[in-house]
Each structure stands twice: as structure tokens, then as C-alpha cells.
């Protein structure tokens, strides 16, 4: 049974800072990429920001410069570092994995940014 343990989010100030986590454990095998998606009320699931197994990185635009994903192979964790936050992120962030055979979700972190 694979598992994805999210954990970082909370409420902060617009221009503050989060820093979200996720470990994916159980019988995963290997990890074709690792990576972030949101989703805010009446809107649909989006990417936030993902990482492949070599390190390369995509981001959507709206979090270009603020936002970093990193990752520990090894322990099979990503991280999200979310700087300059405003009113805008505020969403439930998921965890989302893929192993080459399926995909994989965490049961999401909410993050809210008051202004």
C-alpha cells in the first residue's frame, strides 16, 4: 500500500512564507517524478510545481520565482518552499506521484493566505 504523508500547510500573512512536505512510503518502486497540485474552491486541480527522478523542474507561471521544488530521492520526499504568498495561493495542496505504472495522491494540505 503506497502512501503519501503531506505535511507543512497552515494560515500565514500575504508576503510570508510555508514550506510544504511529502513522503511517499510502501512498495512504490521507482519514482518517475514527484511534484505538487492545488486545487481552490470552483476551480480545477492545477499543477503547482513538479520534479523528475533527474532533478529537472517545472513550475506553473504564476509561481515562477517564489516557489521551489527540491527532493531527496533516497527518502523518497519532496519539498515546496513557498515565499512571497498572497491571497491568490490559497488552496489545498496535494501530493501527487508517479511510478511508471499509476498515479499517486495525497489527501491534500490546506494553505491559506490572508491579506
Known amino acids: 500500500q503506497v502512501q503519501l504523508a503531506e505535511s507543512g500547510g497552515g494560515l500565514v500573512q500575504a508576503g510570508g512564507s510555508l514550506r510544504l512536505s511529502c513522503a511517499a512510503s510502501?512498495?512504490?518502486?521507482?519514482?518517475?517524478?514527484m511534484g505538487w497540485y492545488r486545487q481552490s474552491p470552483g476551480k480545477q486541480r492545477e499543477l503547482v510545481a513538479r520534479?523528475?527522478?533527474?532533478?529537472?523542474?517545472n513550475y506553473a507561471d504564476s509561481v515562477k520565482g517564489r516557489f521551489t521544488i527540491s527532493r531527496d530521492n533516497a527518502k523518497n520526499t519532496v519539498l515546496l518552499q513557498m515565499n512571497s504568498l498572497q491571497p491568490e495561493d490559497t488552496a489545498v495542496y496535494y501530493c501527487?506521484?508517479?511510478?511508471?505504472?499509476?498515479?499517486?495522491w495525497g489527501l491534500g494540505t490546506q494553505v491559506t493566505v490572508s491579506s
Open positions: 510502501g512498495s512504490i518502486g521507482t519514482i518517475k517524478h
Open positions: 520534479i523528475t527522478s533527474a532533478g529537472t523542474t
Open positions: 501527487n506521484t508517479n511510478n511508471y505504472i499509476r498515479e499517486y
